[in-house]
């Protein structure tokens, strides 16, 4: 397989626009957040999803990418609202899996851009999932509707393999290569494939890769399902550069499931050495809080309406 090349950018903003948790007074934490100041007007809400609008800068030229679109219907909408923000100018909308607290205003976000626009996701997104948990039953859970997308104005671009957006200047990764020995994806995950329930590997987990210039690598992942540490080194494969500058988005270590996984984890990342790691989503408090332990100047208590300026 040929690598896409990645071109490097000045500068990345990465605005959070929808997460789990909201703070409107938390100061900023270190020189690349930026804090929406104080304003009793402005109500953000937060849920358990994931959205994040990606403008990358180089040259004269300014590139727009969002990546996923929250749980509800609700959340994204007004976000955008309170934030002053729209979908207008964005180029291109990535899916980064296929699960309902990432794809909750997917319409809405391919309406909201006024024209037909790329939608990049994986084939499996698509393919109809449940939870099956031992003493608790089989939850089907919600998955996009193709032909309801097309009808809003989605270009769907499936693919499996990395490939490049905003004139080459970002890299989505594609199915994420499984090598580390602990980080073996979400327990109790099932996927229909040729009219049967098998276990869900959850193959369409990818990322965004943003090279910006002198600094390195910036990996943002949506629940990072093939695991963040796998995330990141399958990054820096395709990209060609092993210098990571931040890693951001859900981590997918809440819950006891995963927290054998957490101290393997923080260990891989300390010994990537990211200048900047900013948990979010899934990544669950115990997993966030070890991680501020750990990483002190490294780690960024993420809040909803943040710009991440790299």
């Known amino acids: 397989m040929t690598e896409p090349s990645l071109k490097p950018a000045d500068r990345v903003g990465i605005t959070v626009l929808v ?6 007074l938390q100061p900023p ?26 403008r990358i ?22 976000n955008l609202r309170q934030l002053g923000f729209s979908l207008a100018g964005i180029e291109a ?13 997917l319409g809405y976000a391919v309406a909201g851009a006024g024209r037909q626009v790329p939608l990049i996701v994986h084939p499996d997104a698509f393919r109809p999932r449940r939870l099956n948990i031992p003493g608790q039953g089989i ?64 193959l369409d987990d990818q990322a965004l890769v943003i090279s910006v210039k002198d600094k390195g690598l910036v990996v943002l992942s949506g629940c990072a399902h093939a695991g963040i540490v796998n995330t990141v080194e399958y990054a820096r494969k395709i990209a060609g550069i092993d210098r990571v500058h ?16 957490i101290p393997p984890t923080i260990a891989a990342l300390k010994e990537i050495g ?22 002190p100047q490294k780690c960024i208590l993420n809040t909803v309406g943040t710009t991440y300026v790299f």
């Not at 997460?19 to 409107?24: A, K, P, R, V």
């Not at 300014?62 to 909408?77: K, Q, Y």
């Not at 809003?152 to 890299?171: F, V, Y």
């Not at 931040?246 to 995963?258: N, R, T």
């Open 19 to 24: 997460d789990n948790y909201s703070d409107l």
């Open 29 to 54: 934490i270190a020189d690349v957040d930026r804090r929406l100041p104080y304003d009793p007007k402005r109500q953000l809400l937060a849920e358990h999803g994931l959205s994040c609008l990606v």
């Open 57 to 78: 800068f180089a040259g004269k030229k300014e590139h727009a990418i969002l990546l996923d679109t929250g749980l509800s219907c609700e959340c994204l909408p007004w």
């Open 93 to 105: 909308l990535v899916l980064s899996h296929g699960h309902y607290d990432h794809t909750g205003s």
């Open 139 to 202: 939850f089907d859970l919600p998955v996009p509707d193709a032909v309801e997308l097309k009808k809003a104005g989605a270009d769907i671009k499936m693919r499996r393999e990395p490939s490049t957006l905003a004139a080459g200047h970002l890299l989505v990764t594609g199915e994420v290569e499984r090598k580390t020995a602990f980080e073996k994806g979400m327990p109790n995950a099932e996927i229909e494939r040729d009219g049967a329930w098998v276990t869900d590997a959850i």
């Open 246 to 261: 931040a890693v951001l988005g859900g981590f997918h270590l809440s819950g006891k499931a995963f927290e054998p996984v």
């Open 274 to 295: 990211p200048d900047y790691l900013v948990p979010m989503h899934c990544t669950g408090w115990a997993a966030i809080s070890r991680f501020m332990a750990a990483m």
